[in-house]
Nanobody, 120 residues
């Protein structure tokens, strides 16, 4: 069993900052890419950022220069530092880890989602 636990969402004013965290636990033997997606009301889930096991990052154009993704392999955790937040960043943010469990094949596991609301 693999469990992903997200934290760090909340309400913030425009221009503010938040830091999301997502920790994985379970019988995990390999970690691969980690990332964040988001889904706003009435919209499809969209990619926010990813980071490979080698530290290569990729960002959606809408968040470049404002968001930073990072990972701590020792803690099995991926982070998303969000700055200069805008109302259009309001969404439920989901983390994912591509990983392999004992006797398994690489697979994607998702967090439960955390609400981020940007409003004055």
């Amino acid at each position: 069993q693999v469990q992903l636990v997200e934290s760090g969402g909340g309400l913030v004013g425009p221009g503010g900052s938040l830091r999301l965290s997502c920790a994985a636990s379970g019988s995990i033997v390999n970690f691969y890419t980690m990332g964040w997606y988001r889904q706003a009301p009435g919209k499809q889930r969209e990619l926010v950022a990813t980071i490979t096991s080698g530290g290569v990052t990729n960002y959606a154009d809408s968040v470049k220069a404002r968001f930073t993704i990072s990972r701590d392999n020792a803690k099995n955790t991926v982070y998303l530092q969000m700055s200069s937040l805008k109302p259009e960043d309001t969404a439920v943010y989901y983390c994912y880890h591509r990983l392999r469990v004992v006797l398994g094949v690489p697979n994607d596991y998702w967090g439960q989602g955390t609400q981020v609301t940007v409003s004055s």
